[in-house]
C-alpha cells in the first residue's frame, strides 16, 4: 500500500522504523520492518546478543501508527509520542527477522491520537502496548 513512509512522518534513517503500511482503516493499521545488524546504533545496547532492542520495537509500533493515521487524513500535523501506557515485552525479536505490527486506532482527532498494538513475528507476538501521541506542530 505504501512504500514511502518518509513522505509521512518525519523520521529519517537511521532512526526510520517502518518498511511499508500494508492495510489502513479508521480501526486497523497493518505495518511491516525487517531489522537488519548493519545499523550499529540498534546493536549498542547489547552487542554480544543479536536482538532488536525492546524499545525501539515500542517505537516502531507508534511510527507505523502515525503512518496509517497520516494516510487515513485525519491529520496533517507533526505528532510525538507523549505518554506510554503499557509495554509488554514477551520475546526477543531476531535482527534478520520480519515484524509485523498490528495497531489498533482508541482515539483519532486533531490533536490526540491513542492507540494500542500488537507485534508479531510469524504468528508469534512479542510485544504489545498502548500509547498516545500529541500534535507538537501544524502541517506546513
Same mark, same amino acid.
Given at each position: 500500500?505504501?512504500?514511502?513512509?518518509?513522505?509521512?512522518?518525519?523520521?529519517?534513517?537511521?532512526?526510520?522504523?517502518?518498511?511499508?503500511? &500494508?492495510?489502513?482503516?479508521?480501526?486497523?493499521?497493518?505495518?511491516?520492518?525487517?531489522?537488519?545488524?548493519?545499523?550499529? &546504533?540498534?546493536?549498542?545496547?547489547?552487542?554480544?546478543?543479536?536482538?532488536?532492542?525492546?524499545?525501539?520495537?515500542?517505537?516502531?509500533?507508534?511510527?507505523?501508527?502515525?503512518?496509517?493515521?497520516?494516510?487515513?487524513?485525519?491529520?496533517?500535523? &507533526?505528532?510525538?509520542?507523549?505518554?506510554?501506557?503499557?509495554?509488554?515485552?514477551?520475546?526477543?525479536?531476531?535482527?534478520?527477522?520480519?515484524?509485523?505490527?498490528?495497531?489498533?486506532?482508541?482515539?483519532?482527532?486533531?490533536?490526540? &491520537?491513542?492507540?494500542?498494538?500488537?507485534?508479531?513475528?510469524?504468528?508469534?507476538?512479542?510485544?504489545?502496548?498502548?500509547?498516545?501521541?500529541?500534535?507538537?506542530?501544524?502541517?506546513?
Amino acid at each position: 500500500m505504501s512504500k514511502d513512509i518518509e513522505n509521512l512522518i518525519p523520521h529519517r534513517a537511521p532512526f526510520l522504523f517502518v518498511d511499508e503500511i &500494508i492495510s489502513v482503516d479508521k480501526e486497523q493499521i497493518i505495518g511491516v520492518k525487517k531489522f537488519d545488524d548493519t545499523n550499529f &546504533i540498534l546493536k549498542g545496547n547489547f552487542p554480544e546478543f543479536n536482538y532488536v532492542p525492546g524499545t525501539i520495537l515500542l517505537e516502531s509500533m507508534a511510527q507505523c501508527g502515525g503512518a496509517g493515521v497520516r494516510l487515513l487524513g485525519v491529520t496533517n500535523g &507533526i505528532f510525538a509520542l507523549a505518554y506510554i501506557e503499557t509495554a509488554e515485552f514477551l520475546k526477543g525479536v531476531l535482527f534478520g527477522e520480519q515484524v509485523k505490527f498490528v495497531i489498533r486506532n482508541l482515539r483519532l482527532s486533531e490533536k490526540i &491520537i491513542k492507540q494500542s498494538g500488537k507485534a508479531y513475528v510469524g504468528d508469534d507476538i512479542v510485544m504489545e502496548g498502548s500509547w498516545m501521541s500529541m500534535r507538537i506542530e501544524e502541517a506546513i
